[in-house]
Every structure is written in C-alpha cells, then in structure tokens.
C-alpha cells in the first residue's frame, strides 16, 4: 500500500484534523512502518498455530459465591431522609 498526500488528506478528514506540512510528513512515515510491519507479518506461515485472543491461557477466575449476613432494612434506612413502604424515597425526575 502506498502512503501518498492523498490518502494522508483523506485520513485527516476523516478524523477532523488539520495536519501542518510537517505533521502530513511525520504521518506519512508512521503509517508506511506501520504497514511495512504488517506486511512482515503476513508473511508468517500461521498455518498450524491455534487462534487466540490472548497471548496467554486466559480463563474467568471467580471468587466462591458465599452467603453471608446483611444489613436489616430498618438499619439502612434509619439515616435515610425520607422512606416510603421499606424503600429509600426521591425525588421524581421523569415526567
């Protein structure tokens, strides 16, 4: 892929931004490493390797779901301003 002033006029609209001279320039050889290192790995015989997400064995490690003590309502609503049936009462704000 060639990294012309075209394509670095295109991306700068796309992004709302108003590149200098120098900047246009500096973006040019970014993007061309960047797509020279893709181009590198594309090159890799990926044939029997195994597709990841990771680069390491990756599994969710919950904690023990156990069951413990609360509070009672009536200690969590003792220093509420304003109770109704058991809940905490606020003000509407949804017509």
Do not use: Q, W
Request: proline share 2%; aromatic share 8%; hydrophobic share 30%.
């Amino acid at each position: 892929m060639i990294i012309d002033n075209e394509l670095i006029t295109y991306l700068e609209e796309l992004s709302r931004l108003k590149l200098d001279e120098e900047e246009k320039e500096k973006a040019k050889e970014s993007l061309s490493k960047i797509i020279g290192y893709i181009d590198v790995l594309s090159k890799l015989d990926t044939e029997n390797e195994k597709e990841m997400s990771h680069t390491f064995e990756f599994s969710n490690v919950f904690r023990e779901d156990v069951l413990k003590t609360s509070y009672k309502s009536e200690e969590i609503l003792k220093n509420a301003p304003d109770k109704k049936d058991g809940c905490f009462k606020v003000p509407k704000t949804v017509e």
